[in-house]
């Protein structure tokens, strides 16, 4: 399903007629209270939704939450906790009616246990939980979980067209991804975000958020830098959704059949084509990509219950290039490359996963987990791109003193390159894994046992022809009139010839505790665990103690603080095994940090609202490190535990609600990440001085049933060197920094209390909302990475790749 631009003019102004025809002004109803528990205690982070519709929020640390309902007919209120029983409450409000209503929750002894982060400790630990229903609103073009967790502090991002992030100076192999305990991988073989798609995570499915940059327990592993812990839902009644945009469209169905099995299913679609016109290389860009996700739970009875989920995702790009134009430069000093292209790029890229849980629950304080899954990759890359290049320099503006670049002053080189690929890779990850708890009084024990293996079967040969005026790089000397002219062999860069298959068996276990005090009203909570971790590969056994620590004193104000540390350990992939050249080195061992955090949660009333001021401070040591380098998105690992290095620095993280019924916040971080390689300390190639997120939601004035969604990044520039400059210091220098704003404004077309005839089709829709989002608003070009061409004198010129401009999409989501 490829839309042209003649179709996309057809759907906006069908869009445009849908919403004149039934949107109108309806004045809503508001409902605040307080959420607490049958202690008297008020419970955060508990979920309060309108029964049948996307409406909701969720209480903050006091309890309190403010929510917008409909008016002018009887409505069901749901109160949920992963901790407490569900409770409802039926109500009928008049239009601008604000009621307030207290919920007491009682303690449930059938929570659902496959959430392994509860809100209590979430308080106390390192973890941070999102709503999930932020996803639908928040104005990005990747339009999936990822783009919330880029808003947190410590996490940074380049690149708005993939869903990858590095964390407090990790890359992007270092970060963990689960979904119900089941770890979930990013494709292998992807090198940009053009090529990237759809990420795992299908946010329609998405029912808990959780998210770590550090200091997390035992039972994650095994990776250095953070955790993503996602849950998906437990339908308990019939519901669905579509999503129709310039981008592509999303569905998804839920459901219970009879009282012991439900289900929920979800399929997405996306083509970024039509953005990818905007890019400085043109041409015919054909992207197609396709995702299933379902998952069926029944409980054989109170004790017993099964819960299987499986995905399929279908991936390809392909691109004819035809001609780049890309000015770059200072305002004084200008240069101009263009660029002429022959050849195509296909990539293809497909992932099952299938997995299985049963749980055995014999008493309420304990549970038993058998987890199986087996996740498989079929990935291809291959491409013959030819470019005939010319260079120049412009008339620069600074020097001109106008406000634009001018003729053309030089021309520095002309030439010619040629990139060739046939890259194939078939993965295959299995696992077998036990986890339990058990739960007495105010301690909690958990503890897993599990079996990996892994298979990749890897087959790569790329390489780079460079020339300049005809003559290839390196250039011989000139030998015009010999009798014995030179005859040189072809020279090709930038090689990598490969073709093996490599196998492993991981065996990993973990066992922790936690432990909640209460002396002279102040409450104290402890979690100590170690894990432990052993490769048949590399023949490594690796023991990581972990620790953390909380205490929340008896003051007026709400304040928790935070002490966490332990080592973190990532045994090498057939990713870091694999070195510049293509060669596998076997011998390589795990990659170490020891992590030490201090931070604090304080809580206040501002204009009368409820804000959360979170902040924290982390200094982590580095071992046994595998240098590399970042190209775009590809990782290419050096083939040495030759390194060792730190990051630390500090995050800062405010939320609230700016505007009242709406919450919003801000991150910024400052870090320094460094290396010692080769004699020298180098900055590692994610160190970021300043990192800068925000994201702000608004009501329009008088008009609640209008909303308006901000993001902002601001990150200041990575490292970045020459191909096969290996970390040389004289060669380092920074791209120039992120900025980038997106802007979205939505329009409720539909809520419980608009009515239409029994004839109207729109009458089985709950809720419907239509989007206008500007991504890009500022216009600002971003550079992701550089293509390196030479002139006849050798002479190597960055030239920088651009990402999106200012683009529109045209969003309708629909809740039924």
């Not at 679609?269 to 905007?278: E, R, V």
């Not at 062999?489 to 065996?507: E, H, T």
């Not at 501002?606 to 982590?620: C, N």
Request: hydrophobic share 35%; glycine share 8%.
């Amino acid at each position: 399903m490829i839309f042209n631009l003649k179709n996309k003019t057809y759907i906006l102004i069908l869009l445009l007629c849908l919403l004149s025809f039934i949107s109108h002004a309806q004045q809503d109803a508001i409902i605040s209270g307080k959420i607490s528990g049958n202690d008297n205690k008020p419970v955060a982070n508990a979920n309060i939704t309108v029964a049948g519709s996307i409406a909701g929020t969720i209480s903050n640390s006091e309890g309190v939450f403010l929510i917008h309902v409909p008016s002018g007919k009887t409505i069901t209120i749901q109160v949920s906790h992963i901790s407490y029983e569900t409770d409802s409450i039926k109500v009928l409000l008049n239009p601008g009616e604000r009621r307030t209503i207290n919920c007491t929750l009682h303690n449930s002894r059938t929570t659902l246990l496959s959430v392994e982060v509860k809100d209590q400790q979430l308080n106390t630990n390192t973890f941070s939980r999102l709503d999930p229903k932020t996803v639908n609103f928040i104005p990005t073009i990747g339009s999936g979980v990822e783009e919330l967790i880029k808003t947190m502090p410590g996490v940074a991002s380049h690149n708005e067209l993939s869903s990858q992030y590095s964390v407090r100076g990790g890359n992007y192999d270092e970060n963990l991804v689960f979904v119900n305990d089941i770890e979930v991988y990013r494709p292998f073989l992807v090198r940009s975000g053009q090529q990237e798609g759809l990420s795992f995570l299908n946010p329609d499915l998405v029912s808990s958020i959780s998210f770590s940059a550090g200091g997390f327990d035992a039972k994650y592993g095994d990776k250095m830098s953070s955790v993503l812990d996602i849950r998906y839902k437990r339908p308990t009644s019939f519901a669905g959704s579509f999503d129709l945009s310039l981008l592509g469209a999303t569905a998804h169905l839920e459901g219970t059949v009879g009282k012991k099995l439900s289900y929920l299913m979800g399929v997405r679609y996306k083509t970024n084509s039509y953005f990818l016109k905007g890019l400085d290389v043109k041409g015919n860009y054909k992207t197609r990509y396709l995702d299933f996700q379902g998952m069926v739970n029944y409980e054989f009875s109170k004790k017993w219950e099964l819960s299987v989920l499986g995905t399929f995702s279908d991936n390809s790009f392909k691109l004819i290039p035809q001609t780049q134009t890309t000015t770059f430069g200072s305002a004084f000093e200008v240069f101009k490359v263009m660029i002429f292209f022959d050849g195509q790029e296909v990539d293809h890229y497909q992932n099952w996963l299938s997995a299985a849980t049963l749980t055995f629950k014999p008493r309420k304080d304990l549970r038993f987990r058998l987890i199986s899954s087996i996740y498989q990759a079929s990935e291809s890359e291959t491409y013959d791109i030819s470019g005939e290049y010319w260079i120049g320099a412009l008339e620069a503006p600074g020097l001109t003193g106008s406000g634009s670049s001018g003729n053309v002053t030089e021309v520095l080189g002309v030439g010619a390159y040629l990139n060739h690929a046939r890259n194939y890779l078939d993965g295959t990850v299995f696992n077998f894994e036990h986890r339990g708890n058990w739960e007495k009084g105010k301690t909690l024990m958990q503890w897993g046992i599990r079996y990996q293996h892994e298979f990749f079967k890897n087959v790569m040969n790329e390489w780079e022809l460079q020339d300049s005026a005809g003559y290839s790089q390196p250039h011989p000397y000139d030998s015009l009139g010999s009798s014995y002219p030179p005859h040189d062999s072809l020279l090709l860069s930038n090689v990598v010839k490969s073709n093996y298959n490599i196998g492993d068996n991981r065996y990993s276990a973990f066992i922790s505790n936690s432990w909640n005090f209460r002396n002279t009203g102040n409450d104290i909570s402890l979690t100590a665990g170690v894990r432990a971790n052993y490769n048949d590969l590399n023949h490594q056994f690796l023991l990581d103690p972990r620790v953390n620590l909380s205490f929340s004193p008896h003051w007026k104000k709400n304040v928790v603080f935070r002490l966490s540390g332990g080592y973190y350990s990532q045994p090498p992939t057939f990713r870091e095994l694999t070195d510049l050249k293509g060669d596998v080195i076997t011998g390589l061992k795990a990659q170490r940090a020891i992590h030490v955090l201090a931070g604090g949660d304080l809580y206040f009333n501002w204009w009368g609202r409820p804000f959360k001021f979170v902040s924290e401070v982390y200094y982590k040591y580095l071992t046994n490190l595998i240098p590399y380098e970042i190209d775009n998105l590809k990782i290419r690992y050096f083939g040495t535990n030759d390194a060792y290095g730190y990051s630390t620095g500090i995050d800062f993280r405010i939320n609230g609600e700016f505007v009242k019924g709406a919450e919003s916040w801000a991150s910024i971080s400052f870090m320094k990440s460094m290396e010692h390689y080769n004699g020298v300390w180098v900055p590692r190639p994610t160190d970021q001085l300043v990192n800068l997120s925000i994201f702000f939601q608004d009501y329009v004035p008088g008009f609640p049933s209008w909303r308006v969604h901000l993001t902002a990044f601001y990150g200041t520039g990575l490292p970045i060197s020459p191909p096969n400059a290996k970390k040389d210091p004289n060669s380092i220098f920074r791209i120039p920094s992120y900025k980038r704003v997106d802007l979205g404004l939505s329009k409720q077309l539909i809520s419980d209390n608009t009515r239409f005839s029994s004839k109207n089709p729109l009458r089985a829709f709950k809720a419907m909302w239509l989007s206008l989002e500007i991504f890009n608003l500022l216009g600002i070009s971003n550079t992701v990475s550089y293509i390196w061409i030479r002139d006849i004198t050798g002479t190597q010129w960055g030239v920088p790749n651009y990402l999106t401009p200012r683009e529109f999409n045209l969003k309708l989501v629909a809740d039924f």
